[in-house]
C-alpha cells in the first residue's frame, strides 16, 4: 500500500467538492481544532497542533497514496470540513473518517464519505478491510456510518478505548 503520489484527486458530488488540503484552509481548521466540537477527535488544538493536522492531512497522499480532502459547498467561501483516508504506522486497517467544520445538518459528511468510498473501490481495489473509529458517544457519526452501510463491531479501537471499530461493506 505504499504509493508515492503528489497528485490527489478532485472529487465531485452533487453540492460538494472535495479537493486537496491547501494553505488557505488553515484558519478553517484552526477555527474547527480550537472550539469544543474537536474534543471528541482530540482537540481542542492550538493554532500551532491545527496546522500540523492540515499538513498531515494532505502529507498523507505523498505517504501512501491516498489521504484526506478538504470539503467546500459549491458557491461557498470557506471549506466546511474534512473527508478522507489514512493508515498510521503500526495500523493494520485503513480507516475513513470525517470532520465537520461547520454545515451540520446537512447530509454534507454521509455525500462526501460516499464520494470517497466510490474513488476507493477504483483506485484501491486491493483494501479488504475498511473502518472507521468512531466514539461511543458520537450519535451524529454513527448515523453517517450506519448510511453509508457499515457495521459497528463492538470492537474497541486499538488506540482508543472510547471508540468502536465500525466495518464498512464491500463498498470498498
Known sequence: MTAITTHIP???????????????????????????????????LDLKRAWKVLTNDAGHWMLRGFGWWVLDVTGGARAVGSVGFHLPEGERDVELGWSLFSGEGHGYATEAARAALDWAATAHPDWTRLVSHIDRTN???????????????????PHNPDCNVWLHGAAA
Open 10 to 44: 478532485t472529487l465531485t458530488t452533487e453540492r460538494l467538492t472535495l479537493r486537496a488540503p491547501e494553505a488557505r484552509d488553515a484558519g478553517a481548521y484552526a477555527d474547527f481544532y480550537a472550539s469544543a466540537r474537536s474534543e471528541i477527535i482530540g482537540g481542542p
Open 139 to 157: 450519535v451524529a457519526s454513527q448515523r453517517v456510518a450506519a448510511r453509508l452501510g457499515a457495521t459497528d463491531t463492538g470492537e474497541a479501537t
